[in-house]
């Protein structure tokens, strides 16, 4: 691949990595859809690694599907971007500068949370977000090593 060619995918990659963080602070701080419409009198947190995602499947008969895929798969697929993109936007491209990346955006947006009174502090949710991070990084790896490996054979 080209050097240009390159630049214009870093490029997209930045751009696309801006967007998606964006959204992700839409969604999980403001987005109506998710109760998120007025300030809550108390902060609430869960502390208790592991709590909130065996509550979520003890009950998930209570809950429904949709309630317990939203909180336990929908941790983890809100971050796979973010470990698709954070390679094609950083210079540092290594699978824990990734993860603890994930983890400390993850971190943000539960604190944002805690402190803005809109959503729960949980720790269950950093451990899936970060998960999801990794996740993404590794589908970022074959990604690259399929386009690599494509590159090697049109030559």
């Known amino acids: 691949m080209s050097a240009k060619k390159r630049r214009r995918y870093r490029i997209l990659g930045k751009i696309l990595f801006i967007l998606y963080i964006l959204f992700v602070f839409y969604f999980l701080l403001v987005s109506e859809s998710y109760g998120r419409t007025g300030e809550m009198q108390e902060y609430r947190y869960n502390l208790v690694l592991f709590k909130e995602i065996k509550r979520f499947f003890r009950y998930r008969e209570q809950l429904g599907t949709f309630a317990t895929a939203a909180n336990l798969l929908g941790n983890i697929l809100v971050f796979l971007p973010f470990g698709f993109f954070m390679p094609m936007a950083s210079k540092?491209?290594?699978?824990l500068g990734t993860t603890v990346y994930s983890l400390t955006l993850s971190l943000?947006?539960?604190?944002?949370?805690?402190?803005?009174?809109?959503?729960?502090?949980?720790?269950?949710?950093?451990?899936?977000n970060t998960i999801g991070g990794m996740l993404g990084y590794l589908t970022f790896i074959v990604c690259n090593r399929i386009r690599r490996e494509y590159e090697e054979r049109t030559k």
């Open 92 to 95: 540092d491209r290594s699978f």
């Open 108 to 128: 943000a947006i539960e604190l944002s949370q805690l402190f803005l009174k809109v959503g729960c502090f949980d720790v269950d949710d950093l451990l899936l």
